[in-house]
């Protein structure tokens, strides 16, 4: 032992103090680190005083003050009330309004087109699965930007308002953008709405009683008949009883207008086409891949157990399958929300148009980049955040 | 602790003195003490679980002890990075896994370390590679990569992996586990005389034929601690605690 | 190894054997089992047939029949009724008129051949790297030294070649340059920010968490705004950095984050035994890093970094919006002149097909080499 610790004496004082201090695993990650901060911080202060400097030279007070100040920006599509006497700050609030309004519609249809057309991929008719297959392709590899241009450039050669396209009675598609008609709104159809909306909620709420009382007693409940009372009937009922009207504001062409109904603009109109189009391209690859994840195995696995085929889907083949799109379709999303900002380029005023517009009249361009980014990572995080709490749910405990 | 080999004459490879490990509050390690001589072939069993395998991981420092000393070869396992260094090139390991590089040739695998580590030149480092290929008895493998290769014949490359590093001590991590009955003989006789040419090994195995062989000294560890140690007669002989007992009588069962 | 993969594909090589026997054997017989097997099946079939009857018929009239390829040139210029009478198909003459400008930019007219040459070595140098026999430590010194060489070619100003400033490139040729530098300068410092990702050392794990986080929250676009407007404001006085250089690292930021998550999916992906292994012979971890984590971990996730150059390609289409002349601007700006106006249609299309020779390309790469690492994982 003595000998040991004599060993040890003489291979510590064949180190020097300063060397040992520096090859200490601790000491060593601690000058790791300090040095990556010092390089940070210093780039930062850096670029903070070049900053400093430049705003001084030209005499731009940096600060969010003039988000208080009249903006005089006119904005076309607002979802909230404004008008060019409003602030920076209600004008930003609008194009924020717009982003997300795009992007929620988008997102929506992209979902249903991409999960046809991915479906559509494993059909077993060949040239369903062939025309959905070149869909896939055409669509992913051509830039967005350019579909955008595409599109807004094709709705601009419509036939203006006087000899607008027709397609279905009351519907218009003129180079004004596309009308159809809506419901006159009243307080009735609110409530009918709100009915609708609770009995949705109880419809699930039913069926998941049911399963479970299909798995616990071992016969079918029939759920058909309770799910039109509740989603058909009862929302009717309150709509009648409340004297809801079921007159459609129809659109009509009048002189170089179209007066009625809704119309969107053609910017949007090009954008959520744009939108749509391409990213169901890439949400349909998402959903075929999620569905040919199930492994053969398991349809062969179920089926001899002698489960009926509409069980298989939504008892084997859904569930492992929404395991593998969640993920991916959550950064899909994502991907939408943030290719939405591609309306600056086509004239759509969403929250980058408004804020470079905003630069351009007032220098505060550190800040509003600053904006631009802020609401964008608050959209990805609140995403990525709804996702992950759903993605938890139907998620398999894996060992 | 006494050890059948007279630390007096020979030198100590491996001092571990009241060591203790805890994962969170699982205490895996508790005061074990262990002195291996330069030149002895300790065997380590014992259920899983038990903490053999954190044993001799903590001797190289692929986990961390928080309490009591390890020295290995005179030099101590601690914080400084220089003594780790040392410590790892006097080291070599042989895992469950195999864990050779499977992007490498059995060659190359045999000779990175060498040529990064001690800076020999590739001419040497294949020669040296080569004969110890030949050594465990796969020398015409050398350009293959390990995928190529059966189990016995990976775990005989790694044997050799570790060799071309010229270490003094050998720790075997239960090298015949993951392998199929028929190949576990061939990675043992390799085993086997490697220990006939002096090597220090401390081995965690339940191989009972080749403790008997080879080991000067096999030590049972269960839920932690150092129950009983001695020879390989001794402790299969007459085992003295019940918790070995049962555990002989398990792994007699099995084989 | 080779007939490894052979004795696997071959299964998969006797059914597609098997396939025009079948055809041979009968038409109606396929027909029957892939069109019509159902009523349903039978319906779908019909009614995608009549769509693509209908729409099919129209395109072609609009693309081929009735299309106009040449306009006469007058005085001031092509004359260009015939592409605006009544009932006619596409103006193909705007392409031929403006294709070189769409593929070279405003480049000097006399000069374009360098460009052109450009064009050909990047496909050469694409071509070269998905080569799997090529893919060793040259082949980043063939790069170096084929970029040193566009360079020249592009700027000239030696070896009798006149100089052209960075503000006269555009078209296809700037596309590509954009697109490859992104690449080549991200994708190192991607593996760098994936590497300290997954370090253990707390704050340069935090500060690459919180740069891939924040890049890949944002849209590209917020990027290039930055460069564009930001970044002279946060340099010192005097400095006064290229518009291109401004926007080319902006999007070498962005591509680096974006490749960095799919490098750190190949790092998790590697058994932890093979740190352990490198650590018990002595490897440092650089040594560790660069000899055995990164050939290993990069090896397996070729495929989706594949997926993400082709994201990365189109998205250089964005540099249109702070007014450089890519591919896409290019096109746009071809239809200006009031002859063109109104051909946009046609010069989008036309680039959309270079767009997409590109990126069907690469993707169609990457599932070839997906499916072979799935035969290798499958032995």
């Not at chain 2, 020295?71 to 780790?84: M, T």
């Not at chain 2, 006097?90 to 370390?113: D, I, K, R, W, Y």
């Not at chain 3, 000097?108 to 140098?125: D, K, M």
Request: net charge positive.
């Amino acid at each position: 032992m003595t000998a040991l610790n004599n060993d040890i004496q003489a291979h510590n004082r064949r180190a020097t103090m300063l060397g040992s201090f520096v090859s200490n695993v601790a000491v060593r990650r601690f000058i790791w680190q300090a040095l990556a901060a010092l390089a940070l911080f210093g780039s930062v202060f850096w670029l903070a005083a070049n900053l400093h400097h430049n705003l001084a030279a030209r005499n731009i007070a940096s600060g969010f003050g003039f988000l208080t100040r009249e903006a005089g920006l006119p904005i076309a599509e607002h979802l909230i009330a404004y008008t060019p006497a409003d602030s920076y700050f209600r004008a930003l609030l609008v194009g924020t309004l717009n982003t997300l309004s795009v992007a929620f519609w988008s997102i929506i249809l992209a979902t249903i087109l991409g999960t046809a057309i991915g479906v559509a991929r494993t059909s077993k008719n060949w040239l369903l699965a062939k025309l959905s297959s070149i869909y896939v392709d055409l669509f992913r590899d051509v830039p967005l930007l350019l579909q955008l241009f595409l599109w807004y450039t094709i709705l601009q050669k419509l036939p203006p308002v006087r000899q607008a396209l027709n397609p279905v009675a009351g519907v218009f598609l003129s180079n004004r953008g596309l009308s159809f008609p809506v419901v006159d709104w009243q307080a009735a159809h609110g409530w009918t709405l709100l009915a609708f909306v609770l009995c949705l909620l109880a419809t699930t709420l039913y069926a998941k009683r049911a399963s479970r009382k299909q798995l616990e007693e071992g016969r079918a409940k029939s759920f058909w008949p309770v799910a039109i009372i509740l989603l058909v009937i009862i929302p009717l009922v309150v709509g009648f009883s409340l004297g809801a009207s079921t007159n459609l504001d129809m659109p009509q062409p009048k002189g170089f207008n179209i007066r009625g109904g809704v119309t969107v603009s053609p910017e949007f109109f090009a954008l959520l086409v744009g939108l749509v189009i391409y990213n169901a391209a890439f949400i349909a690859e998402i959903v075929r891949s999620g569905l040919e994840s199930v492994g053969r195995g398991q349809h062969e696995a179920a089926r001899a157990l002698g489960l009926h085929p509409k069980n298989i889907l939504t008892w084997i083949v859904f569930p492992q399958a929404l395991r593998v799109i969640v993920p991916p379709l959550t950064s899909q999303y994502l991907n939408v929300t943030k290719g939405s900002s591609l309306a600056v380029a086509i004239g759509y005023q969403d929250i980058v148009s408004v804020a470079t517009t905003s630069m351009n009249q007032t220098g505060q361009s550190i800040e509003l980049v600053g904006v631009i980014m802020g609401v964008y990572l608050t959209i990805s995080l609140s995403i990525s955040l709804l996702m992950n709490i759903y993605n938890a749910r139907v998620a398999l405990v894996e060992r | 602790m006494i050890a059948e080999t007279d630390p007096t004459t020979k030198a100590t490879a491996v001092s571990i003195q009241k060591v203790n490990k805890w994962y969170g509050s699982l205490h895996v390690l508790r005061d074990v003490d262990l002195d291996v001589a330069a030149g002895e072939r300790v065997v380590i069993c014992g259920p899983s679980g038990s903490g053999k395998s954190t044993l001799i991981r903590c001797i190289n420092n692929l986990e961390e002890h928080q309490q009591g000393k390890i020295v290995v070869d005179g030099i101590q396992v601690d914080h400084n990075i220089a003594h780790l260094d040392a410590i790892r090139r006097e080291v070599g390991m042989v895992f469950q896994s195999f864990n050779l590089f499977p992007h490498l040739t059995v060659l190359e695998n045999c000779t990175l370390a060498p040529m990064l580590v001690r800076g020999v030149a590739r001419p040497d480092a294949e020669a040296q590679a080569r004969a110890y290929l030949e050594r465990v008895r796969i020398p015409d493998q050398a350009n293959k990569f390990p995928g190529q290769l059966s189990g016995g014949q990976q775990q005989r490359v790694a044997i050799a992996r570790a060799l071309c590093m010229k270490p003094k001590i050998m720790l075997f991590d239960e090298p015949t586990s993951a392998l199929d009955p028929e190949m576990v003989k061939e990675v043992l006789d390799t085993m086997v005389s490697l220990a006939k040419d002096g090597m220090t090994m401390i081995c965690v195995t339940h191989e009972m034929g080749f403790a008997r062989e080879v080991a000067d000294r096999v030590v049972f560890m269960d839920h932690g601690q150092i129950v009983e140690s001695g020879s390989p007669h001794s402790v299969f002989g007459q085992p003295r605690t019940d918790r070995l007992k049962l555990f002989l009588g398990q792994v007699l069962r099995e084989h | 190894m080779t007939a490894l993969v052979e004795h696997i594909v071959n299964p998969t090589l006797i059914e597609a054997r098997e396939r025009p026997e079948l055809i041979g054997g009968g038409f109606f017989a396929w027909a029957r089992e892939k069109l019509f097997y159902s009523w349903l099946s039978s319906l779908t079939t019909l009614v995608l047939l009549a769509a693509m009857a209908k729409v099919g018929i129209s395109l072609f009239q609009w693309a081929f029949l009735d299309a106009v390829w040449s306009v006469p040139a007058g005085p001031q210029g092509p004359i260009t009724d015939s592409c605006r009478a009544l009932g006619s198909g596409a103006c193909w003459a705007v392409i031929r008129e403006k294709y070189r400008f769409i593929l070279f930019g405003t480049y000097p007219f006399e000069q374009h051949w360098r460009p052109a040459i450009v064009i050909a070595l990047f496909v050469g140098l694409f071509v070269v790297s998905a080569m799997k026999r090529f893919w060793r430590i040259e082949l980043a010194a063939l790069w170096g030294l084929m970029l040193l060489l566009i360079g020249l070619l592009m700027w000239g100003g030696i070896f009798g070649l006149t100089f052209v400033s960075q503000a006269n490139w555009g078209g296809l040729a700037l596309t590509l340059i954009i697109a490859t530098i992104g690449v080549a300068i991200a994708f190192p410092l991607s593996v760098l920010v994936a590497l300290g990702r997954r370090s253990d050392l707390p704050f340069i794990k935090w500060l690459c968490v919180a740069y891939v986080e924040v890049i890949r929250g944002v849209p590209l676009i917020t990027l290039l705004f930055m460069a564009s407007v930001m970044f002279p404001l946060l340099m010192p006085e005097g400095v006064n950095l290229d518009k291109l250089v401004r926007a080319q690292i902006a999007i070498i930021l962005f591509f680096a984050a974006y490749l960095a998550e799919v490098v750190r999916g190949g790092l998790q992906a590697l058994p932890k035994g093979q740190y352990e292994a490198a650590y018990v012979l002595g490897l440092s971890y650089w040594q560790t890093s660069r000899r055995i984590v990164l050939p290993q971990a990069l090896r397996t996730v070729i495929p989706p970094l594949v997926n993400n150059f082709i994201g990365f390609f189109k998205d250089t289409s964005l540099v249109l919006i702070i007014g450089l002349y890519d591919l896409l601007h290019s096109a746009q700006v071809a239809v200006a002149e009031p002859a063109w106006q109104g051909f946009g249609v046609e010069t989008y299309i036309f680039a959309g097909l270079i767009y997409f020779a590109f990126c069907f390309a690469m993707s169609r790469y990457s599932q070839w080499l997906e499916f072979g690492l799935n035969m290798l994982r499958h032995r």
